[in-house]
């Protein structure tokens, strides 16, 4: 069974624009789900949005875990939603693609959109549903229709443990060259020893052998339940165990980066998710446990080192801690906004009777670049939303091209178990409305050849702001990178250019369609969230009379003349407003 239900608020919204008359950054936005919040009921149990990636076409990818059979068994689940919160019925079956790897226990933890339109999941696998055989690596890779790449793995799938040790997939990434980077933690039964494992996959799902020992890399006791590949290729990690709380950085080759901390590795006082700024500093949030637990943000610099200048005047030795309502809060996701300012996603815990039954509600802060809570978000930086009477998670951040902020987590809506939910708040309202752009046309072509246009650049947009390309009839490069037709994105002060092959007849035209700006479905409805500029390169194939015009005699082509006079023709320049676009 699966059910999707809205949560209603009473707040007025231009639905189209997913802008609201009186709406605020941090403000639910009513445009999407019929009130900001969406909630997927998968099955019979308890579902858990866990991560989120946005495509380039808008839609938004959740991974997590459900029940969704008649037993109480955990299935990963893979979701696509449409720009408005309802689900794409064009992926898997009703917008749900699920796993049941042997029918137990199964849990999608982390997922990596690759540039061809492939998703990567990563996760685990029970391979019995009492626990007396453990979870084991699991990953699998989909195409963008949900259905399983067959060419990856063993029918779109890899399973594996490590030595006899238990392999449990934590987190994914990919690097520059599309190789996979995986880890997990894994325990020894016979010991027992609990060791975080490091493996990279070649992109067809084998491991590499050049990497660490023939793909692997035993971190030993340091916990990695975040990867980020930094910009030089090396990697870091972050994560929190029963041993600490640590950062570590590896060289390409899987070696530890003895320039960063001790050794390669920092000591933290809590654990959680992370990020790297363009200059290089690491942004972390997690945990910090006592009496009332509280979120914790703080900055190191590029080698691990504490930046104590952040936080300073309301925080300790570059770490920032925030009490929500006075109880248990905790961080789960971070993302950083074009302007230079943080957020963090996570939980509220409202209340608790007699520590058993809690009312958590899902919470979103935004920081400033220095640290201090952004008075103009929320009440003083922060936002708690209360789904329903019980558990209520955010567990990821995604940002739109538009500055909407979407969380993905879990949430109560009355009934005794979780469901899957995803929220949608105000951002800010960034220009995202290409400047006019104009391609000059070919009007005197050779037939059956290869026609680029000259660059055009990119302008208006705020900074920052990446909005869709779509090309028709031909291929667009974006700063004399690769040739493609696939929809990309492109920010402001980048150039693109256009080409198609002229038409074998004489005196014919080529049409190639450039459109910058606005978010598509799959379905071909045009939904703007800005105002889309399209543009046209023709070219107009010459005939044979007007190459022997020259002494006089035979007919002039009106495309030769129009060339010899300057004249630009065919010119098919469009600026369509956000109501103009919904064909």
Not at 440 to 458: K, Y
């Amino acid at each position: 069974m699966i059910k999707i239900t809205y949560k209603i608020f009473s707040v007025a919204c231009l639905s189209i624009l997913s802008v609201c008359a009186n709406a605020a950054p941090g403000d639910l936005d009513t445009s999407f789900g019929n009130g900001g919040i969406v909630t997927t009921e998968f099955g019979i149990g308890p579902d858990h949005g866990v991560d989120i990636a946005l495509q380039p076409d808008g839609k938004a990818l959740v991974v997590g875990y459900g029940s969704g059979g008649t037993v109480s068994y955990n299935d990963i689940i893979l979701l696509r939603y449409n720009i408005d919160g309802s689900l794409d019925t064009g992926f898997g079956i009703g917008g749900i693609a699920t796993m049941d790897i042997e029918g137990n226990n199964d849990y999608g933890k982390a997922i990596v959109l690759q540039p061809d339109g492939k998703i990567l999941i990563a996760g685990s696998s029970s391979s019995s549903g009492d626990g007396s055989r453990p979870q084991g690596l699991v990953m699998l890779r989909y195409n963008n229709d949900g259905s399983l790449d067959t060419g990856f793995g063993v029918e779109g799938i890899i399973t594996m443990n490590y030595r006899g040790y238990v392999v449990n997939s934590q987190a994914i990434s990919l690097q520059a060259n599309g190789k996979i980077l995986v880890t997990g933690g894994s325990y020894d039964w016979v010991t027992p020893i609990i060791n975080t494992v490091l493996l990279r996959y070649n992109s067809d799902g084998s491991l590499d052998a050049s990497f660490g020992d023939n793909g692997i890399v035993n971190l030993r006791e340091q916990p990695a339940g975040i990867i980020v590949v930094q910009a030089n290729g090396q990697i870091l990690l972050a994560g929190s165990s029963a041993q600490g709380q640590v950062m570590h950085r590896y060289n390409s080759d899987g070696s530890l980066d003895s320039s960063f901390g001790t050794g390669g590795i920092v000591t933290m006082n809590f654990g959680g998710p992370i990020v790297q700024q363009a200059n290089g500093q690491i942004l972390a949030a997690g945990t910090i446990y006592g009496t009332n637990n509280n979120i914790a943000l703080a900055r190191y610099n590029s080698n691990g080192t504490l930046d104590t200048e952040f936080g300073k005047g309301f925080g300790t030795g570059g770490i920032v801690t925030t009490d929500i309502s006075g109880s248990d809060d905790g961080a789960a996701a971070i993302a950083l906004q074009a302007n230079g300012q943080i957020l963090v996603a996570g939980r509220d815990r409202k209340r608790a009777i007699l520590w058993v039954y809690w009312n958590d509600a899902v919470a979103l802060l935004r920081y400033n670049s220095d640290g201090s809570l952004d008075s103009s978000f929320g009440t003083g930086g922060i936002v708690t939303t209360v789904i329903g009477p019980r558990k209520d998670w955010g567990q990821a951040i995604a940002l739109q091209p538009d500055g909407q902020i979407l969380v993905a987590g879990s949430g109560n809506t009355g009934t005794s178990e979780e469901d899957v939910v995803l929220l949608r708040y105000q951002g800010e309202m960034l220009d995202i409305t290409p400047a006019k752009f104009s391609f000059t046309d070919e009007a005197s072509a050779t037939p059956s050849t290869l026609q680029t246009s000259a660059q055009i650049t990119i302008t208006g947009l705020d900074a920052g702001v990446t909005v869709p390309v779509k090309i028709t009839g031909g291929e667009y490069a974006i700063d004399a990178n690769d040739y493609t037709e696939n929809i990309g994105y492109v920010g402001n002060g980048q150039q693109i250019s256009v080409r198609h092959t002229s038409a074998t007849s004489e005196a014919t035209t080529t049409d190639t369609i450039l459109s910058v700006g606005g978010l598509h479905t799959s379905n071909n409805t045009r939904v703007i969230l800005g105002t889309q500029t399209e543009d046209t390169f023709t070219s107009i194939t010459a005939t044979a009379s007007s190459s022997n015009n020259s002494e006089g005699g035979g007919i002039i082509n009106p495309a030769w003349l129009a060339a010899l006079l300057g004249f630009r023709v065919l010119r098919r320049h469009t600026y369509k407003t956000w109501a103009e676009g919904l064909i």
